[in-house]
């Protein structure tokens, strides 16, 4: 069972910045990629921005240009770095990856932008 481990969250205020963190239990050679998710109250669950293995970022046009994924150098965490946060930017964030033989979720972690 592969399990995702996020870090991060928390309550800002508007135009501020933090960083979400996920680790995956995988193996990296197993990762096609990997991502984050958000839902916010009362919405479905949306796109935020991944990483594929070989290292292309794709964003969701809400967040380019503010928020930037990373990963390290195991291939096997990834961190969204999110800049000039704002309210309806409010969500529970979850971390995605993609592996040869299944899709997996973190728990999600809460992100509160206060205005």
């Known amino acids: 069972q592969v399990q995702l481990v996020e870090s991060g969250g928390g309550l800002v205020q508007a135009g501020e910045s933090q960083r979400l963190s996920c680790a995956a239990s995988?193996?990296?050679?197993?990762?096609?990629?990997m991502g984050w998710y958000r839902r916010a109250p009362g919405k479905q669950r949306e796109f935020v921005a991944s990483?594929?293995?070989?290292?292309?970022?794709n964003y969701a046009d809400s967040v380019k240009g503010r928020f930037t994924i990373s990963r390290d150098s195991a291939l096997n965490t990834v961190h969204l770095q999110m800049n000039s946060l704002k309210p309806e930017d409010t969500a529970v964030y979850y971390c995605?990856?993609?592996?040869?033989?299944?899709?997996?979720w973190g728990q999600g972690t809460q992100v509160t932008v206060s205005s």
């Open positions: 995605n990856a993609e592996l040869h033989y299944g899709n997996y």
């Open positions: 990483i594929s293995r070989p290292g292309t970022t």
């Open positions: 995988a193996s990296a050679v197993s990762i096609v990629s």
